[in-house]
């Protein structure tokens, strides 16, 4: 399945590592840091013209790529369906 960043992107949802919201998580100095070192590393790609309001983290073969987005962290989850899927898990 696939996940629509925004703008001309879209990203598999098996390569999905977390979607963040931009203004709570950018509080904490960690976070900083990996948005910093992954942008110094050329692996930040903006998909918004606009302010942005999420970030989403995907990896593929160990490499991983943030894209800053426009959309709402709380509509990435319910668009990429990872809740639905957690459902379905037999115990």
């Given at each position: 399945?696939?996940?629509?960043l925004g703008q001309d992107t879209i990203v598999r949802t098996e390569e999905l590592v977390?979607?963040?919201?931009?203004?709570?998580?950018?509080?904490?100095?960690?976070?900083?840091?990996?948005?910093?070192?992954?942008?110094?590393?050329?692996?930040?790609?903006?998909?918004?013209?606009?302010?942005?309001?999420?970030?989403?983290?995907?990896?593929?073969?160990?490499?991983?790529?943030?894209?800053?987005?426009?959309?709402?962290?709380?509509?990435?989850?319910?668009?990429?369906?990872?809740?639905?899927?957690?459902?379905?898990?037999?115990?």
């Open positions: 399945m696939y996940l629509h977390g979607i963040f919201d931009l203004e709570n998580t950018s509080i904490s100095r960690i976070t900083k840091e990996f948005l910093a070192k992954s942008e110094q590393k050329g692996r930040v790609v903006n998909v918004s013209y606009e302010l942005p309001k999420s970030f989403v983290i995907c990896a593929k073969k160990k490499q991983s790529t943030v894209y800053i987005t426009q959309i709402s962290s709380a509509t990435l989850k319910k668009r990429s369906g990872f809740m639905d899927g957690i459902s379905n898990i037999e115990k």
